[in-house]
């Protein structure tokens, strides 16, 4: 059996503080397809808090996974709404809830301010497959909320989520820095920059 004789090259010792490399997301166009801008649960593993979640630990799971908006699930794992971080920040939701039911804020729950599913508006993959990025932003621009839910049909036909659209995200991809926008926090607002931008 064969020995290793030779001496490994010295490795490198690193600096104390190094940077790290953060994948830069692609430049898209308006005519890219808009499924280059889906957030794919079969590819991605949604962020979800139960119902019965505390406020607080909600707003501790959304920081942690940096992301703005989790899945509200029953004990079956199935969606039964969304929270997004403008409801997890103080929104006058929370305000309602402390005051109708006499609690303080860390008492409130999920349940008490997400969002049903009854109230959100989807987008099937099917119709997401058949627009470009600058269809897709015409389509949403009278649409009001942060994020758009995505569905799929499954074998027996039933609806399930198969991911979600973020309107920063389009703003990311096409190349807006939507961070210089402290407006621009909805589809509409998002498209009324892009709209203006060569669109």
Not at 82 to 95: F, K, M, P, S, W
Not at 151 to 157: I, N, P
């Amino acid at each position: 059996m064969p020995t290793l004789t030779a001496t490994p090259d010295r490795l490198d010792v690193l600096p104390a503080h190094t940077p790290i490399v953060k994948p830069m997301p692609p430049r898209l166009s308006p005519d890219s397809p808009a499924l280059t801008v889906l957030t794919d649960f079969q590819h991605v593993v949604p962020l979800s808090v139960p119902a019965d979640t505390s406020i607080v630990d909600a707003r501790k799971v959304m920081e942690h996974g940096g992301v703005r908006l989790l899945l509200v699930v029953d004990n079956d794992g199935d969606c039964v709404g969304v929270l997004n971080a403008r409801d997890v920040i103080g929104g006058r939701l929370i305000t309602q809830a402390m005051q109708r039911r006499g609690i303080d804020r860390e008492d409130v729950t999920v349940r008490m301010v997400h969002t049903p599913c009854a109230e959100l508006h989807a987008l099937s993959m099917e119709r997401l497959a058949a627009l470009s990025i600058g269809q897709l932003v015409r389509e949403l621009e009278a649409y009001g909320d942060q994020h758009l839910l995505v569905t799929e049909a499954d074998r027996l036909g039933q609806q399930r989520i198969r991911g979600v659209i973020s309107a920063a995200d389009i703003g990311r991809a096409l190349g807006t820095d939507v961070g210089t926008l402290p407006e621009a926090r909805s589809f509409s607002d998002i498209c009324r920059v892009v709209l203006g931008h060569e669109l």
